[in-house]
């Protein structure tokens, strides 16, 4: 059975804040210089629980996401 389009909207909002926050977090590490410009080098993330494989999967095969093996994806840019 799909998912609601209120799931798959709640889904991909928790998943592009679940990689801002590692994206801020790897940033905030020691040894990163803030004078450097370096931006996060992370691109794929687990995605958050509290929902099911199957509303990744959807988000994936509608284009939203891009599923890099092992349980981790990446959002595509442009969506």
Avoid: C
């Avoid at 998943?15 to 020691?30: A, G, I, P, V, Y």
């Avoid at 629980?49 to 093996?69: H, M, P, Q, S, V």
């Amino acid at each position: 059975m799909p998912a609601s389009e209120e799931e798959l909207k709640k889904a991909l909002k928790a998943f592009k804040k679940r990689l801002k926050l590692t994206q801020l977090e790897d940033d905030s590490k020691l040894g990163h210089s803030p004078l450097t410009g370096s931006k996060s080098t992370v691109l794929a993330i687990q995605p958050p629980a509290g929902f099911t494989r199957a509303i990744w999967e959807e988000l994936a095969e509608k284009g939203y996401l891009k599923n890099d093996g092992g349980g981790f994806y990446q959002l595509v840019p442009g969506k």
